[in-house]
């Protein structure tokens, strides 16, 4: 058996990553999570954790419960497809409890620049203005409902509605 005659160090090399493998195994079984690929590749305690975290938007529908009359100016306009919670933020809180969280009315001077700025980086056909020539200082809502932002639809001469 000449061919095997020197093979002592293949064994012990061998020996060598059969132990690290076992020490492997061991540091493997402590560190991957306890709940890991029961429902697939991924630790399956994250999706409770993540469905426990407290809601910050309400979705559109909770507003038209209470809110029915703006909602309806709203799907007449052009900012039909522009969520309530878009302009006046996250309501939940105030979903839960409209008397206690009563939400701060947005400031348009910051609002609706941010969508409306002229901007190249925005589609061509899309309404823009540059707001300090065409507001020139006035407030947005002097001219357009937020509602219902065409000049001359609904109501709105002068604020919203
Ligand atoms: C359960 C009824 C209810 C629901 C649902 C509700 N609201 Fe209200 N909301 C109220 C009431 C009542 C007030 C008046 C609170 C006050 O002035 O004391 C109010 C006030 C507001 C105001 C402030 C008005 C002001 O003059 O300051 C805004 C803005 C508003 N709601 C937006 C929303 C939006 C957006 C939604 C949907 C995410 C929503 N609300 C859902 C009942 C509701
Ligand atoms: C494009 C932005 C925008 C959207 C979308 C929007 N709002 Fe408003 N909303 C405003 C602004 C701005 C004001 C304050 C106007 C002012 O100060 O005269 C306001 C005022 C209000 C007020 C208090 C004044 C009023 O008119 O009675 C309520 C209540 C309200 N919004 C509810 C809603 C609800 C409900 C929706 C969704 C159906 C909604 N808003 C969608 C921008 C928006
Ligand atoms: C979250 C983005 C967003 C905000 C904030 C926003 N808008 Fe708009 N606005 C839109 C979209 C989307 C349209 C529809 C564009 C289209 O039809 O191509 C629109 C359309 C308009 C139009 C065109 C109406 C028409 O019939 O041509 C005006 C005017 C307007 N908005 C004014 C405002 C004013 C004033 C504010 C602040 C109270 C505001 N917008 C806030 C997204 C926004
Ligand atoms: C003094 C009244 C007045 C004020 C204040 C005003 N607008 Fe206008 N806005 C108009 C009129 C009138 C039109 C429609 C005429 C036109 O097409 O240019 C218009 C049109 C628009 C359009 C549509 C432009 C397009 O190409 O279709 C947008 C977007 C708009 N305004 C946004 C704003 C924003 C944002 C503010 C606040 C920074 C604001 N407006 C303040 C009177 C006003």
């Given amino acids: ?14 020996g060598i990553f059969v132990v690290l493998f076992l020490i492997f195994l061991v540091v493997r079984g402590f560190v991957v ?4 690929g029961e429902y697939g590749h991924y630790r399956a305690a994250a999706i409770g954790e993540i469905a426990a975290n407290p809601l910050h938007f ?5 507003c038209a419960e209470c809110h029915a009359d703006i909602v309806a100016t709203k799907a ?3 900012h039909a497809h522009v969520n309530c919670e878009a302009c006046h933020g996250p309501l939940e809180g105030h979903v839960e409890n409209p008397a206690a969280v009563v939400p701060v009315l947005p400031n348009t001077a910051t609002l609706c620049v941010r969508c409306h700025e002229a901007s190249a980086a925005r589609p061509k056909g899309f309404p823009q203005v540059v ?5 020139n200082g006035v407030a947005c809502e002097t001219c357009h409902n937020p509602h219902s932002p065409a000049i001359g639809s609904g109501s709105n001469a002068g604020g919203a509605q």
Avoid: I, N, W, Y
Avoid at 58 to 62: D, E, M, P
Avoid at 131 to 135: C, G, I, Q, T
């Fill in 1 to 14: 058996m000449s061919v095997l005659k020197d093979a002592g160090h293949l064994f012990r090399f061998v």
């Fill in 33 to 36: 999570p306890k709940t890991f």
């Fill in 58 to 62: 309400a979705g559109h529908q909770a």
């Fill in 76 to 78: 007449a306009g052009a």
């Fill in 131 to 135: 707001a300090a020539e065409h507001a």
